[in-house]
């Protein structure tokens, strides 16, 4: 089983997705903060795994 997921987000500054990498091995909720690789801005991402797949997804300007 492949535990990294490739996913693609919004930035809540500049509104371009760009593909982030999560770390699905672990069940539980992580906050991290990610700048955007088009406008370069942090944008916090909240994340919730559960049996190694990404159930919820939020972000937000940090």
Known sequence: MDWLEEVLI???????EFAIQI???VD???ELVEDCAVCCRP???LI???SGEV???EVEAA
């Open 23 to 25: 770390e699905t091995a």
């Open 48 to 50: 919730t795994t559960k």
């Open 55 to 57: 159930e919820c997804l």
């Open 43 to 45: 944008a916090r991402v």
């Open 10 to 16: 919004q930035c809540p500054q500049c509104g371009e």
């Open 28 to 30: 539980g909720r992580v």
